[in-house]
Nanobody
Framework: QVQLVESGGGLVQAGGSLRLSCAAS????????MGWFRQAPGKEREFVSA????????WSADSVRGRFTISGDIAKTTVYLQMDSLKPEDTAVYYC??????????????????WGQGTQVTVSS
């Protein structure tokens, strides 16, 4: 079974940067897309960014567009999230997600079948 492992979270001051990484334990020929979601205490899990391997097409939430950049290495089945100009409201547990095929919108949780354990990102004011 495919497992995803996130890394790179931590504590930073507002305006700082972090780079998250997510690697899949196994590669499949049917790899389709990977993405990032986040969940702050007391809030719903929300979409952050995603990349479709074919064409390297990306999507980002309005709240992070211009500040966060998603990229990946399909050969390594690894996705990255470069987070710049971090704000306190970015504080959350960030989850990596993946899917081997299209199964729904990539900005929704239903579009993915594999999830990581999450990595904490805390931004102080």
């Amino acid at each position: 079974q495919v497992q995803l492992v996130e890394s790179g979270g931590g504590l930073v001051q507002a305006g700082g940067s972090l780079r998250l990484s997510c690697a899949a334990s196994e590669r499949t020929s049917g790899s389709y897309a990977m993405g990032w979601f986040r969940q702050a205490p007391g809030k719903e899990r929300e979409f952050v960014s995603a990349i479709r391997w074919s064409g390297s097409i990306t999507w980002s939430a309005d709240s992070v567009r211009g500040r966060f950049t998603i990229s990946g290495d399909i050969a390594k089945t690894t996705v990255y999230l470069q987070m710049d100009s971090l704000k306190p409201e970015d504080t959350a547990v960030y989850y990596c997600a993946a899917t081997a095929r299209y199964r729904g919108s990539l900005i929704g949780q239903g579009g993915y079948t594999y999830w990581g354990q999450g990595t904490q990102v805390t931004v102080s004011s």
